[in-house]
């Protein structure tokens, strides 16, 4: 069937990071692509160029990511694509950087073309990106964390912002001149293509249902368009402002230069992958040509990539070491290593793992089953901890150095004052919101690795959350720190009975 004239040849393809909700684009007409803020595993990406015939021309940063590693870096070198962004990228070989401002066009296709809008805010570098065909119809309006489905994403922290004079509020203020002077303006019923899910730990989203939504829909339904200044905005997207965790600090250094390959990242975890992931071992070859030409990882890459660490490590027990187990509570409180913190394996990971271990610490890691070594290792690439894992272990039996005495919740809610301290690991408002143990210490979790001195040590500790994932992991960094000084019980699942007596 002959195509149409009036009809634009355009594809937008969405690609969704379900461990951090976090979308990326590939936006392409007549075998040109241009990749929209690429995660970290960067092989559907080549898939979906080699089976479209399609050459990367571009790829594009909405904005230097704080929130979760990008795997700009490999598809740059496999591709030859040019890097644009308001920040400095830096890299060599294949390729270049162009620093990307108000109005700056990137070609593609036959007559389209991408063009850049300063939108800071959510980031000091925040772009959106308008695609844009021969006609000067907009396509698509990329808005990165800037604004999203019914809401937008919090400002991220700026280490490099030196001015004390600064704070979150003027960046949010920023963000709003942002939404309502820039997007605001921009073609009304084009659709809006947003960076992230209302999962994503920085998003502020009132019952979203999707990424996608046009400007009319935005301005009639989004909280982030009703409001009258630049004050109020920041007042309302700053209230329940997340905690930062410890990960975004090493994203936002290393995401300039790039990380290791993502076959590099799944080396750890070599003896543990299934043949249905172990492909995933091998670096990746180049699928399309690039204006620079073909580039081909050397024999000394490949080796570094597969090789390392092809074989399980001995389980470290000393108290110097940073060994987390990903077993379920229950596993893990029949017996584990002094020094072992509980980061269970179902549950946010990836969040919690980059919110008590900090970027460049050494860990090991403690499995119990084979299938979830491909899970977790995904979620340690994705906020680029891949680095820090010196070693992986399958669980096998027999390690008992500390087990939790059984503890009824109802007993314990019943009789607790002047004989236990109970610790509560949620965050401050919820704690004060909805007490279940009057006189509890309120530690949030993600302070706690820092302020367990805090605790009192004159009688058993029960650490307590709001669901059971958050105090397994409070009860065992207590356990780490206060060692035999006293007993420490993770209440667990039982703040649910607790919750359900009244």
Not at 233 to 260: I, M, Q, S, T
Not at 391 to 403: D, N, P, S
Not at 467 to 491: Q, W
Request: aromatic share 10%; glycine share 8%.
């Amino acid at each position: 069937m002959k195509e149409s004239p009036n009809v634009s040849p355009m594809n937008i393809q969405r690609f969704h990071d379900e461990t951090l909700d976090q979308f990326s684009y590939l936006i392409s007409e007549k075998g040109e692509a241009i990749a929209v803020d690429p995660s970290r595993r960067i092989e559907g990406y080549l898939e979906y160029l080699k089976d479209n015939k399609l050459r990367l021309i571009a790829i594009v940063m909405t904005h230097c990511p704080g929130t979760f590693a990008s795997g700009w870096e490999e598809l740059r070198r496999l591709t030859g694509a040019d890097v644009y962004g308001a920040s400095a990228y830096r890299f060599h070989g294949e390729g270049r950087y162009v620093k990307a401002g108000r109005a700056t066009m990137i070609p593609f296709g036959e007559g389209s073309h991408l063009q850049t809008q300063l939108t800071p805010g959510f980031t000091a570098d925040s772009l959106s990106l308008l695609a844009i065909d021969k006609d000067r119809k907009v396509h698509g309006i990329f808005t990165g964390g800037t604004l999203l489905h019914l809401g937008a994403g919090y400002p991220l922290p700026r280490p490099a912002d030196k001015n004390p004079l600064h704070g979150v509020k003027d960046y949010a203020k920023e963000q709003y001149n942002s939404i309502y002077k820039v997007i605001g303006g921009f073609a009304p019923r084009a659709t809006v293509f947003a960076g992230f899910g209302e999962d994503n730990h920085f998003t502020k989203m009132d019952g979203a249902t999707h990424e996608r939504f046009n400007l009319t829909e935005a301005k009639a339904e989004s909280p982030a368009f009703q409001h009258q200044d630049a004050n109020q905005f920041a007042d309302w997207l700053l209230k329940d402002y997340p905690f930062v965790p410890a990960y975004v600090k090493g994203c936002l250094e290393h995401n300039r230069e790039g990380y290791p390959d993502w076959a590099q990242a799944m080396a750890p975890f070599a003896a543990f992958l299934t043949d249905e992931h172990r492909d995933e071992l091998e670096p990746s070859q180049t699928v399309v040509s690039s204006r620079g030409g073909a580039v081909i990882l050397t024999e000394e890459d490949a080796s570094n990539a597969t090789t390392a660490a092809a074989a399980p490590r001995v389980l470290p027990l000393g108290d110097d070491q940073l060994l987390i187990d990903t077993r379920p509570a229950p596993d893990f409180h029949a017996g584990h290593a002094r020094n072992a913190i509980n980061i269970q394996a179902d549950g946010p990971f990836a969040l919690w793992l980059g919110t008590i271990v900090r970027p460049g610490e050494d860990f090991h890691l403690l499995i119990d089953r084979k299938e979830k070594a491909y899970p977790l290792a995904q979620a340690i690439a994705k906020i680029g901890y891949d680095r820090q894992v010196r070693g992986v272990t399958q669980w096998t039996g027999g390690l008992t150095e500390i087990e939790q005495p059984p503890l009824d919740p109802k007993k314990l809610k019943d009789d607790y004052v002047g004989k236990y301290t109970i610790v509560d690991v949620r965050p401050e408002a919820a704690a004060a919101e909805d007490t279940r143990f009057y006189g509890a210490l309120n530690v949030p979790l993600w302070q706690l690795r820092d302020r367990w001195q805090e605790i009192p040590r004159d009688r058993p500790v029960v650490v307590h959350c709001g669901d059971g994932y958050a105090s397994a992991i409070g009860a065992s960094l207590l356990r780490k720190h206060l060692g035999n000084d006293v007993m420490v019980h993770d209440l667990g699942h039982g703040i649910k009975k607790i919750k359900a007596a009244g």
